[in-house]
């Protein structure tokens, strides 16, 4: 198990299991590479916990399908940390709007569903948090 984490992020098993080492810097053309695994497998993660719950909850109870929708925000959220720690910043952009409407969209349906309200008037609130969005990236 060692080798395959070590073969990953293309360090030595040593360097794992040591306290105290050298760091190793990776070169530039593998830092793109690590990155996007990380990101992916934190992603994957994500939905497959989703996934896990969402089963767990159709064996023992009925299927909660909102546990997909709430993860949708969830998934933005990481984006946006993965994408601030190692993306272009202006593409936070589309991650912070992909929250918005994920948010909004959560608690419609699950008003909609579990208390059987429907306050589609909530997607109206879109318009201005784009906008507010756009000026601020747009200066940025």
């Not at 936070?92 to 608690?107: A, D, H, M, P, R």
Request: glycine share 4%; proline share 3%.
């Amino acid at each position: 198990v060692l080798k395959r984490i070590a073969d990953l992020f293309e360090v030595s098993v040593d360097y794992l299991i040591t306290s105290e080492h050298v760091s190793q810097r990776l070169p530039d053309g593998n830092t793109f590479r690590v990155h996007q695994k990380v990101s992916m497998i934190s992603l994957l993660g994500l939905w497959a916990l989703s996934s896990l719950v969402f089963v767990l909850t159709w064996i023992l109870l009925e299927p909660i399908w909102l546990i997909f929708v709430y993860t949708i925000p969830i998934t933005m959220l990481l984006l946006i940390v993965f994408n601030s720690l190692w993306g272009k910043k202006a593409y936070n952009f589309y991650w912070i709007s992909g929250l918005v409407i994920g948010v909004i969209t959560s608690v419609y349906l699950s008003l909609l569903t579990l208390a059987g309200v429907n306050v589609w008037q909530l997607f109206i609130l879109i318009f201005p948090a784009e906008l507010v969005l756009f000026s601020v990236f747009k200066r940025s």
